[in-house]
Nanobody, 119 residues
C-alpha cells in the first residue's frame, strides 16, 4: 500500500515562502504523476501543480511564476516551493500520486497540510 506523508505547512505572512514536502512509501510501480492540490472549506479540490513521470510540469494560472514543483526520485519525495504567498493561497494542501495498480491508474492521497497566509 502506498502512503504519502506531507510536511512543511504553517503560518506565514503575505510575501513569504514555504516549502511543502510529500514523501511516498510503499510499493510504487508504474508512476504516472505526482501533484499538489488544495481545498478550502465548501469548495472543490483544485490542482495547484503537477509533475509527470517524465518531468513535465503544469500549474494553475494563479500560482504560475510563484510556485515550483519538483521531485527527488532517490528520496521518493515531491516538493512544492511556494514564494510570494498571498492570503488567497490559504488552504489545506494535499499531495497526490497516480500509479499503476493491477494494470489500472490508481490515485493515492496524503492527509493534507494547512497553509495559512496572513495579510
Amino acid at each position: 500500500q502506498v502512503q504519502l506523508v506531507e510536511s512543511g505547512g504553517g503560518l506565514v505572512q503575505a510575501g513569504g515562502s514555504l516549502r511543502l514536502s510529500c514523501e511516498a512509501s510503499g510499493s510504487i510501480v508504474g508512476l504516472i504523476s505526482t501533484g499538489w492540490y488544495r481545498q478550502a472549506p465548501g469548495k472543490q479540490r483544485e490542482l495547484v501543480a503537477g509533475i509527470t513521470s517524465y518531468g513535465t510540469t503544469n500549474y494553475v494560472d494563479s500560482v504560475k511564476g510563484r510556485f515550483t514543483i519538483s521531485r527527488d526520485n532517490a528520496k521518493n519525495t515531491v516538493y512544492l516551493q511556494m514564494n510570494s504567498l498571498k492570503p488567497e493561497d490559504t488552504d489545506v494542501y494535499y499531495c497526490n500520486l497516480v500509479a499503476m495498480k493491477f494494470m489500472r491508474p490508481t490515485e493515492y492521497w496524503g492527509q493534507g497540510t494547512q497553509v495559512t497566509v496572513s495579510s
